[in-house]
Each structure stands twice: as structure tokens, then as C-alpha cells.
């Protein structure tokens, strides 16, 4: 059964920190691209960056871009968002999701979903 759960969410106030994580299971964690989605209510989802498996190459939303960093340690399962800077508008459920190694994944619907973690960012 593939699963992924995230975890690190919380209430911060506007300039701090936060990492979140996202251990995955039941699929090879090596031949997936690795997205951070997230949802602020009333709003639609928005892809907030992701890391292709195969080069390691990033993206970013140009809301995020210079504050959040994503990484993966393929030896844990493990992916992470480092966000910096944060901002009140970054408020949202974070979600991690996976697919299966796509030539752009930004651009790419994701397969496997998370449960979403809460960030709430105070000004």
C-alpha cells in the first residue's frame, strides 16, 4: 500500500521557519519525482515545487522561489521543504505527492497524495 505522511506543520509568525517532512512507503521511492502542493482555504490547489528522481532537478512557484528549498534522501524515504521568510498568504494545507519519473514535474498530474499537513503563519 503506498503512503506517504507528512508531518512539521504549525503556526509561525510571519519571517520564520519551518521544515516539513514526508516519509513514503509501498512504492520505490527512487523512481518517483517528489512534489509540495498546497491549499489555502477557499483557493485552489497550487503546486509549490517539486524534484524530478531521475537529475535531481528542482522547480519552484515563483510565490516560493528564493524562501522554500525541497530536498529527498532516498536512503530514509524521506522528502523535505525547508521554508524561510514565511509570509501570511503561505498559510495552507501542505500536501507531498509522487509520481512515477516524468520528463517535467511541474507540468505532470501526480499520482500518490498525502493527507496534508497545517501551516499557519501569523502576521
Known amino acids: 500500500e503506498v503512503q506517504l505522511v507528512e508531518s512539521g506543520g504549525g503556526l509561525v509568525q510571519a519571517g520564520g521557519s519551518l521544515r516539513l517532512s514526508c516519509v513514503a512507503s509501498?512504492?520505490?521511492?527512487?523512481?518517483?519525482?517528489i512534489g509540495w502542493f498546497r491549499q489555502a482555504p477557499g483557493k485552489e490547489r497550487e503546486g509549490v515545487s517539486c524534484?524530478?528522481?531521475?537529475?535531481?532537478?528542482?522547480y519552484y512557484a515563483d510565490s516560493v522561489k528564493g524562501r522554500f528549498t525541497i530536498s529527498t534522501d532516498n536512503a530514509k524515504n524521506m522528502a523535505y521543504l525547508q521554508m524561510n521568510s514565511l509570509k501570511p498568504e503561505d498559510t495552507a494545507v501542505y500536501s507531498c505527492?509522487?509520481?512515477?519519473?516524468?520528463?517535467?514535474?511541474?507540468?505532470?498530474?501526480?499520482?500518490?497524495w498525502g493527507q496534508g499537513t497545517q501551516v499557519t503563519v501569523s502576521s
Open positions: 505527492a509522487a509520481v512515477p519519473e516524468a520528463s517535467s514535474c511541474h507540468e505532470t498530474p501526480f499520482d500518490y
Open positions: 509501498g512504492f520505490t521511492f527512487d523512481d518517483y519525482d
Open positions: 524534484i524530478r528522481s531521475s537529475d535531481g532537478s528542482t
